[in-house]
């Protein structure tokens, strides 16, 4: 089986994000791989073990890529391919989709793993469109996945009404959420000889298509702005009869709840 | 006596020792190398301290008693050298003395008396150690057949000498010496037997035997403890009583200026070292000969047992048996580490790349394939430690416990990928934002916001560095003794600065728990800041922050003076920079972090602060100083989870919770949070205040 | 004046809370309102997403759309959407939003966005507001295209009281199954629970109440006033709590009207999943717990005093 897994640089979410003029401040912000791409790579890297599957990783972006691809290298993920091409400055989900189906139609994959969303967007989309576009199969939000045969996985997906298992034909596209595994920290060996493997790094042109081909984003940001923060309200301390009592009130009186 | 059956003895007895001994060398000579010829004076003083000394046994209230057992026999033996040598003299020439010790000098006489009395406490000695072992059963020891036989031959020695000089007395004096036998009768210093009255007791415990079976008494006393000696002499290197030999070169061997052997800096480039898997301890021929000697040495006491915090808590960390295994391991190979060590020695006469090869491939076989652990020690043991040093503190012969279990954990955190996995977050965390909780690095001054304290980088013109540590900056609670320490610096008017978001955790955690890469990662990038700034002064508000900066940063270049933030304001107390208030209500006592005491040696300036500040003095607790009970988060065990056993911290705070004090003082922010845990637990937390002493300073100041 | 169609959020055979909302909303920007229902046997429910503000109702209604397959969730939307000239596609918050609003996006060719907490509509511009990186951010995103599918978060918009629509039901053709994503299993989430997305009030349990004990008794509260239970992360892994209880940045979104978190500390996951509720109790025994820190009414207790307490004085409230 062979597996695309494709990983997304994002800026960590850990930190303040400072906002001025409409725009965020980049000055001391770090970036990451996208933890829920983290979860797809240490899923692809165990059906490796597991199953003998091959894997490849897909990363769109430039130069400073490369350190995340090779954390992936030493998680275990053995090809990766670097997208760098001067016309993808502002990419929407559709825009990642579509060049990730140029490098799908490139190679020869049954199984596309993605994380189920960015930790900078938090949109969900690209998966699920290139799935579309490739009209094959797909389920997101998963869970767990066991390999059936050459053709065939079944996976556990989160749904709205329960754990759904659902039974996919390949090629198929997956996008997994964060319980479907703890992602391993980068072997200190496999650390070592990641430093010396390839990463394949083409631009539109050699991937075999053009920006046009790929399209504009079909929206953009605007402007970023400042999320309001909830403040803190009333903290009552004290004897624990008479401060329940006066919140009750309060919620019935101030915050009409009852 | 009988030169020719003297000769035989002597010439079997020590040849067969000899080539005991000779091969027993040879092994530890195979294994790696260490250098520890330095500072000879001081080596020197350790060992006439520890070994001759028997500091770590006499000097140790607990068990006095058996302290003072063990040292009587140790010094037994050592004045009794003089009158084995004697004896064997005796054995050609009859009436034989040694130089100097013969009836024309007093120090003769003075022999005479002080070895007839040690052969008499010496006796007493090993019934007590008998009685010991078979009725009071301390739970530390092992009962071995090996330690009744050990202790028997000491016992016939004593009491075959014993009757020998008993024989004598009787033959001399009451049979009218037929003989003529030697004895000392010098004018001016008297007759022999006025000087060794247990003799003369033994004497008079036989006397009801004829003049020809006190004869044949005393020869055959004679031979018997000539033979005794011999045998026991073989008999040493082959069990635990191999430390009568190793003991002394043992502790004049330990280690100085730090506690125990550094973690090495391994070299994480070395592909050789990937491939013959020799980062970190994985298989025993990667032992140095000193940790070699540390395995012959040790004497089966069970001492670091005892003060082991995770074996009194039920973990499978038993050092007694650690030691065992991996001797047990070591024996196993040694013939071929000795045939490895000899075709090393061939290598450096090669100059053919190929028999070079040829060579090396051969010494690769010999190495022991055996993975240490999971085969010689169990994983659970190994992750347990806490690296209090408590073991290694105890220990009469001086032996390195920790970097034997900090090498092993490298090998398992480096090669093998074998390690608790529950580190990751923190790992992770320390690797993406320099702290284990992994909390933005941009927050990590936030805890100084509205105190007006600098940075570095605002101003790096300052007398003192501040290093905050992750706790302090990140922990909710460890915040509040930090801006205590910021309230006191200020309050003595003292220039200092912290690095804020600059700061990142020394490593600590990451070290012991072997992983090399990530402490090298952030220890180089601390150091590159700190020379930046050309930072020379540091307090530490965290003896885990204190150890690394201290004395680990020199190994990467990072060489500054590191103080201990009760140091500090000790100092500043008695340069009177700032006064304290002798304010503190109820009762006091304090925790010693096993970072600050055992592994720095600081423990009497937090004392020094706490007898002012408190009104009722300092209550200590049993388990203090040298031996105070570790929290139970050190090693990185405060990132991992505690599933066996009992719960380290809360065994120290039902020790606390005993003596009902009002408050507890701590000087670590491990200390503080698994203490005041620990009190949670218990239902205690209101009763009994945990305080870092920056806060009880802070709120008692004048 | 633009087209919106909402997709009906339709469980169990009820019509959830969201339909109306987005309808209203659709009604304050001055669009023509449709929906498309999609499931099984949900024929009767003509009358009332009639009444819940929308003036057409496209139908899909077959036994082979009753378990959840995206492709063909997506095929009848596409259909609706180009039968009603839709300027605009609108989902409630669900995974089902999630997983077919991208669908739809991409046949359509259309802009897509999701977890959208506003919009507005001048002239032919669509602009959007949404959060982003970890909800740290909000970005107002201008749409390029003529056709924006969007997924709606939680409680962003308001139902408007006494809405109307016209009963106009069409019947949309039944597309092919896909079979090559097929259900074989649904584990369903327990046990009639009260849906935390819907629930007008969400009481939740975190480490404070220890023990199975301490849940029972919030939940004697949650069943008092008939609210969702939900938990923090801590009781989810703890095993204590079920996956799907959990509220927080990688379980559940819930905006009720009142939200309870009781011996809950307020770790950034958590707050994530609730800040968007519209009043906030906290219970817990340490004041300096960062629940408090958004919590508009604190009360520093050990909850196992303070539930009991907080049942009696409801009571008397609420009669």
């Known amino acids: ?258 | 006596m009988s030169p020719l059956l003297m000769s035989a003895l002597l010439i079997v007895g020590l040849a067969v020792f000899g080539r005991t001994m000779y091969f027993k060398i040879r092994l530890l000579m195979a294994l790696e190398p260490t250098n520890r010829a330095d500072h000879i004076t001081q080596r020197l003083k350790n060992m006439v301290v520890i070994a001759i000394g028997q500091k770590r046994l006499v000097g140790r209230k607990r068990e006095w008693a058996s302290g003072i057992m063990h040292a009587f026999i140790f010094w037994g033996f050592c004045t009794l050298i003089i009158r084995s040598l004697t004896l064997y003299g005796e054995g050609f020439i009859q009436g034989f003395q040694l130089p100097f010790l013969g009836d024309e000098f007093l120090i003769g006489y003075l022999y005479v008396c002080l070895k007839d009395i040690m052969e008499g406490i010496v006796l007493l000695m090993v019934i007590y150690a008998i009685y010991r072992r078979a009725v009071l059963k301390p739970s530390r020891m092992h009962n071995t057949k090996e330690a009744y036989l050990v202790l028997g031959l000491i016992g016939i020695l004593m009491i075959s000498d014993l009757l020998l000089d008993g024989a004598r007395y009787n033959l001399i004096v009451l049979h009218h010496n037929p003989g003529d036998l030697h004895f000392f009768n010098n004018p001016r210093f008297g007759h022999e037997f006025l000087w060794t009255p247990v003799s003369v007791g033994a004497a008079s415990l036989i006397s009801g035997l004829g003049s020809a079976a006190t004869g044949y008494l005393l020869v055959a006393m004679f031979w018997l403890h000539i033979t005794t000696q011999l045998i026991f002499l073989n008999l040493l290197p082959t069990g635990k009583h191999f430390h009568v030999i190793t003991a002394l070169p043992n502790v004049f061997l330990k280690s100085l200026g730090y506690p125990h052997e550094r973690s090495k800096v391994l070299d994480l480039e070395d592909e050789a070292a990937w491939e013959d898997e020799s980062l970190g301890l994985n298989h025993i021929h990667q032992l140095n000969w000193k940790q070699g000697l540390d395995l012959y040495t040790c004497t089966e006491c069970g001492r670091c047992k005892e003060v082991c915090p995770t074996y009194t808590t039920d973990k499978p960390l038993n050092l007694l048996d650690f030691n065992d295994s991996l001797k047990f391991e070591l024996l196993e190979n040694a013939d071929n580490l000795i045939k490895r060590a000899a075709l090393a020695a061939t290598l450096k006469d090669a100059d053919d790349p190929e028999k070079i090869e040829e060579i090396k491939a051969a010494m690769a076989e010999l190495n022991s394939k055996k993975p240490l652990i999971g085969e010689v020690i169990s994983e659970d043991a190994l992750w347990a430690c806490t690296t209090c040093r408590a073991c290694e503190q105890v220990c009469p012969v001086t032996i390195e416990h920790v970097p034997r279990i900090i090498a092993m954990r490298q090998g398992q955190t480096l090669m093998a990928e074998a390690y608790p996995k529950e580190l990751n977050v923190a790992f992770k965390g320390l690797e993406r934002n320099g702290n284990p909780w992994g909390i933005g690095y941009d927050k990590r001054a936030d805890w100084a916001a509205g105190l007006e304290v600098k940075t570095m980088a605002d101003d790096a013109d300052v007398d003192y560095l501040l290093w905050v540590g992750c706790a302090g900056s990140f922990d909710d609670r460890s915040k509040k003794v930090s801006v205590s320490l910021v309230k006191i610096l200020q309050k003595a008017g003292i220039s200092f600065a912290i690095l804020g978001t600059e700061e990142k955790c020394t490593g600590d955690f990451a070290r012991r728990a072997g992983n090399e890469m990530m402490y090298q990662m952030v220890a180089q990038e601390n150091i590159e800041t700190l020379n930046n700034y050309k930072v020379k002064k540091i307090i530490a508000a965290c003896p885990h922050c204190l150890n690394t900066l201290k004395n680990e940063y020199p190994q990467m270049g990072g060489n500054y003076e590191v103080i201990h933030h009760t140091q500090f304001i000790a100092q500043l107390v008695s340069s009177g920079k700032i006064t304290l208030k002798n304010s503190l209500e109820g009762s006091l006592t304090y925790h010693d972090p096993c970072y600050l005491g055992r592994y720095n040696s600081i423990y009497d300036e937090p004392r020094s602060i706490l007898q002012s500040l408190s009104k009722e003095g300092l209550t200590e607790l049993d388990r203090k100083g040298q031996e105070s009970f570790c929290c139970g988060a050190g090693g990185g065990r405060m990132w991992m989870e505690e599933t066996i056993g009992k719960r380290i911290n809360l065994d120290r705070a039902e020790e606390i919770a005993d003596h009902k004090v009002a408050t507890l003082a701590v000087a670590c922010p491990f200390c503080l949070t698994m203490l005041e845990d620990g009190m949670k637990e218990l239902n205690k937390e209101e009763e009994i205040r945990t305080q870092d002493i920056a806060e009880l300073v802070a709120n008692n100041m004048a | 004046m633009a087209n919106i169609l909402v997709i009906a959020d339709i469980k169990d055979g009820v019509l959830k809370g969201s339909t109306a909302e987005l309808l209203s909303k659709a009604k304050q920007l001055g669009a023509k309102t449709a929906v498309v229902a999609i499931g099984s046997n949900i024929e009767s429910l003509t009358s009332e997403l009639a009444a819940a503000g929308s003036d057409t109702q496209y139908m899909a209604d077959d036994p082979s759309l009753a378990l959840f397959s995206a492709g063909p969730y997506a095929a009848c939307v596409v259909e609706a959407a180009k039968a009603f000239d839709a300027n605009m596609i609108w989902f409630g918050f669900s995974e089902t939003g999630k997983t077919v609003a991208p669908r739809v996006a991409a046949q359509l060719d259309a802009a897509c966005a999701t977890e959208i907490t506003d919009v507005t509509l001048d002239g032919e511009q669509i602009q959007v507001v949404r959060p982003a990186i970890a909800g740290k951010v909000i970005q107002r995103i201008k749409v390029n295209t003529q056709i924006l599918v969007a997924v709606v978060r939680a409680g962003a918009f308001e139902a408007t009281a006494g809405l109307t629509g016209t009963e106009n039901a069409v019947k949309l053709a039944i597309p092919a199954a896909d079979l090559r994503a097929v259900i074989k299993e649904i584990l369903s989430d327990a046990s009639g629970d009260i849906d935390l997305a819907d629930a007008d009030i969400v009481i939740s349990v975190g480490r404070g109440a220890k023990d199975q004990a301490g849940i029972d008794l919030v939940k004697g509260l949650a069943n008092d006033l008939g609210a969702g239970f939900g938990s923090s992360r801590a009781m989810v892994d703890s095993g204590l709590m079920a996956h799907n209880k959990q509220v927080g940045q990688t379980g559940k979104i819930v905006a009720p009207s009142l939200y309870m978190a009781m011996g809950i500390s307020g770790a950034i996951q958590h707050l994530a999943g609730m800040t968007g509720s519209k009043t906030i109790l906290a219970v817990n025994k340490d004041p300096e717990a960062p629940i408090f820190n958004v919590a508009d009414y604190g009360i520093v207790g050990d909850l196992f005093e303070v539930v009991p307490i907080l049942q009696e004085e409801i009571k008397k409230i609420r009669g």
């Open chain 1, 1 to 258: 089986m062979k597996i695309l897994t494709t990983v997304k640089k994002v800026v960590d979410v850990e930190l303040n994000i400072h906002i001025e003029n409409g725009a965020i401040i980049e000055d001391g912000l770090q970036y990451v791989i996208n933890a829920w791409d983290e979860n797809a790579v240490e899923a692809a890297v165990q059906l490796k073990e597991n199953n003998g599957a091959e894997t490849t990783l897909v990363s769109i972006g430039g130069d400073d890529n490369i350190d995340m691809i090779r954390k992936c290298y030493a998680m275990g993920i053995e090809n990766g391919i670097l997208i760098d091409d001067p016309s993808l400055t502002a990419p929407d989900s559709a825009v990642f989709a579509k060049v990730l189906q140029k490098v799908y139609e490139k190679g020869d994959y049954d199984l596309i793993l993605t994380g189920k969303q960015a930790q900078d967007t938090d949109s969900g989309q690209t998966g699920i469109m290139l799935a579309e576009y490739l009209d094959v199969p797909c389920v997101s939000n998963v869970i767990a996945i066991e390999v059936i045969d050459e053709t065939k996985i079944s996976v556990s997906r989160l749904g709205d009404t329960g754990t759904e298992i659902v039974e996919l034909t390949l090629p198929a596209v997956v996008t997994v959420s964060d319980s479907i595994n703890e992602p391993r920290l980068p072997a200190m060996r496999g650390i070592m000889m990641a430093k010396k493997k390839k990463i394949q790094t083409m631009d539109l042109a050699e991937l075999g298509t053009t920006p046009d081909e790929v399209g504009a984003a079909k929206s953009e940001i605007a402007e970023f702005m400042k999320s309001e923060t909830r403040q803190a309200g009333q903290k009552f301390e004290g004897d624990a009869a008479e401060i329940t009592a006066q919140v009750v009130a309060l919620l019935a009186s101030e915050a009409k709840v009852f």
